[in-house]
């Protein structure tokens, strides 16, 4: 009887976790959505603190590496270490890092302050993605990249408004209306706690589905192949993301250099832009599901290269026009890109979820560095025709293995 019972209750657990809770997915994409406000605050008001300090590009460029680099090099060692000790309170931990980094910000008054607080918010980042991302998985019921793109939409959706609140608050304000923001990373935290709550009852989701007896499928692929998988994928998230990288960063100071916009105006093209990303963050996710990650990366790195090659060439209408198509198309890939490096390694989801959300805060760090160098010694114009060459790497692609006949956890 005993042994019936265990029996009931493993089922009991499996149809439970078969099961999509979406008021989880919603928290922790609105939770995202308020994280990635506060850390677009700090490129979107570039302009400001340049003005403000003397900035140069190239010191522009460092406090993006400094926030990319804080949130790059711990992520994998959060999640390879909660791969083996889930915390389910440690993304309210990590956001009060963001708090405090956020408060510095607002009170910075040289160039090494502003360092620091960008380092502390991008330690909030680092303890809050990778963790975040599995919390969609143990909450997705199977449906992996469906649940990644309702996490990613939040961020992405968070990081367009960036721009517009910095507009409409912070230019008109001064750097002291930063601290303002304070309010939504306490928002943050309220809500993480309450999904911390959930993550802790509904920690036997993490065992469903990765016992070798509940996988379908011949053997894993040797290790060679899944080290060259990961490689190829790791080439197109650079694609993306150093593109990524002088979009968000640099492309105020386009606008304003090419088409002589205010300040507040280029920041609404930004707005648009990141607006555009976080609509293709949805549909990129349930494609994948639905015909197959590798189309969809296709698509995504490879399909956006005909319109980054006329940006540099266009006006300020089909400027505007040109980016949101861009935005769409190049965020379609990011989940797509996740869930596929998740299945590759299974049973390392915090540790693979930490090592590509990192590498693309690295890569965006990197690029925002070096784009800040090349535009000193050359021009911003120059910078954006150099990356509209970048998603032309997308070819790559076509060295992915075919995952529709690798083992995946048993639906039942």
Not at 137 to 144: F, L, N, V
Not at 218 to 234: D, E, F, G, H, Q
Not at 323 to 341: D, E, K, P, Q, R
Request: a positive charge.
């Amino acid at each position: 009887m005993q042994t019936l019972d265990g029996v009931t209750e493993l089922t009991r657990k499996e149809e439970v976790a078969k099961k999509t809770v979406f008021a989880v997915l919603i928290a922790i994409s609105v939770s995202h959505l308020l994280n990635d406000t506060i850390q677009s605050v700090i490129p979107a008001i570039y302009p400001l603190l340049k003005q403000s300090f003397h900035l140069s590009f190239t010191q522009i460029g460092l406090i993006t590496l400094t926030f990319q680099l804080t949130a790059s090099l711990l992520q994998p060692f959060v999640g390879l270490y909660t791969d083996h000790r889930p915390k389910p309170y440690s993304l309210a931990i990590g956001m009060g890092f963001t708090l405090v980094g956020l408060l510095l910000l607002s009170r910075a008054a040289n160039f090494p302050m502003i360092l620091c607080s960008a380092a502390l918010v991008g330690m909030g980042s680092s303890v809050f993605h990778p963790e975040a991302s599995r919390l969609a998985r143990m909450a997705s019921g199977g449906r992996h990249g469906f649940a990644q793109s309702i996490f990613q939409v939040g961020g992405n959706a968070g990081t367009s408004l960036g721009p517009l609140l910095a507009a409409m608050i912070i230019v008109p304000r001064g750097q002291g209306s930063v601290g303002w923001f304070s309010v939504v990373a306490l928002v943050a935290i309220i809500v993480l706690t309450n999904v911390g709550r959930w993550y802790k009852r509904n920690l036997f989701r993490l065992k469903i589905g990765t016992h070798p007896k509940d996988l379908k499928g011949p053997p894993v692929m040797s290790r060679k192949r899944v080290t060259w998988a990961l490689a190829v994928l790791i080439a197109l998230m650079f694609s993306k993301f150093f593109y990524l990288s002088s979009m968000t960063n640099y492309y105020t100071f386009y606008l304003i250099g090419k088409f002589h916009l205010s300040v507040q105006a280029a920041q609404l093209h930004l707005f648009l832009f990141l607006f555009s990303v976080a609509a293709g963050t949805i549909v990129g996710g349930h494609l994948g599901d639905k015909f197959g990650r590798k189309y969809v990366i296709w698509g995504s790195i490879l399909g956006v290269a005909p319109f980054t090659l006329l940006l540099p060439y266009a006006d300020l209408f089909w400027t505007g026009a040109l980016t949101v198509v861009i935005g769409v198309i190049l965020a379609s890939a990011f989940s797509a890109i996740l869930v596929y490096a998740q299945e590759l390694v299974p049973g390392k989801v915090g540790m693979i979820s930490g090592l590509f959300f990192g590498f693309a805060f690295g890569m965006a760090g990197v690029g925002s560095a070096v784009l800040g160098k090349l535009a000193d010694q050359t021009s911003i114009n120059f910078v954006f025709l150099v990356c509209s060459f970048l998603p032309l790497l997308g070819l790559l692609t076509a060295f992915l293995p075919d995952l529709s006949r690798r083992p995946q956890a048993s639906s039942r």
